[in-house]
């Protein structure tokens, strides 16, 4: 079964940073594009970030380009989100997601972990 | 960016009635086009992905159709654990982009 579990978000002030992580289980992370979704409280769906399956490819929308960092370890089954200069506009939960195996996104999520930014 | 017009924001139904949502995308998307549930408090679950391939364990119930610049979600007759938002995304080009997501409700 396929299994991913968010971790790391919290109250952080603006302008300072923040790093989440996403623990795999239940499948072979190395096969697998993966990204980070994000929805902010009572809104829509964004993409955050997509990453290839070494980590040498990374693709960001303009929002957060340049401030986030998604990267991997696929020796410990783990994705994550590096967050520098957190704007208030950053609160959101933050999901993780995996391809299928085409790389078609968001086959499948994790349970989210909520970010807050606000002095 | 591709901007995704999902239509309507909010609807109300009966349990059995048949229901579409619609997304219109800003230009072609080449059927990258798929469409997720998700319930109050839960993660997005992906019913859909390229316009109509259903994905593993969703009830035939839900279809996707279109082409170009439209699609549609069709829920063939309404059960009630269907009762949820519906968002639609591109992943034709990047930024990949979400419609602005569909409301169902229990009339």
């Known amino acids: 079964e396929v299994q991913l579990v968010e971790s790391g978000g919290g109250l952080v002030q603006p302008g300072r940073s923040l790093k989440l992580s996403c623990a795999a289980s239940?499948?072979?992370?190395?096969?697998?594009?993966m990204a980070w979704v994000r929805q902010a409280p009572k809104k829509g769906l964004e993409w955050v970030a997509t990453?290839?399956?070494?980590?040498?490819?990374?693709y960001y929308p303009d929002s957060v380009k340049g401030r986030f960092t998604i990267s991997r370890d696929n020796a410990k089954s783990s994705l994550y989100l590096q967050m520098n200069s957190l704007k208030s506009e950053d609160t959101a939960t933050y999901y993780c997601a995996r391809s299928d195996r085409y790389n078609y996104p968001f086959a499948y999520w994790g349970q989210g972990t909520l970010v807050t930014v606000s002095s | 960016d591709i901007q995704m017009t999902q239509s309507p924001s909010f609807l109300s139904a009966s349990v059995g009635d048949r229901v579409t949502i619609n997304c219109k995308a800003s230009q072609n998307i080449n059927k990258y086009l798929n469409w997720y549930q998700q319930k109050l408090g839960e993660a997005p679950k992906r019913l859909i992905y390229n316009t109509n391939n259903l994905q593993t364990g969703i009830p035939s119930r839900f279809s996707g159709s279109g082409s170009g610049t439209d699609y549609t979600l069709t829920i063939s007759s309404l059960q009630p654990e269907d009762f949820a938002t519906y968002f639609c995304?591109?992943?034709?080009?990047?930024?990949?982009?979400f419609g602005g997501g569909t409301k169902l409700e229990l009339k």
């Open positions: 990453i290839s399956t070494s980590g040498s490819r990374t």
């Open positions: 239940g499948f072979t992370f190395s096969n697998y594009y």
């Open positions: 995304l591109q992943h034709n080009s990047f930024p990949w982009t």
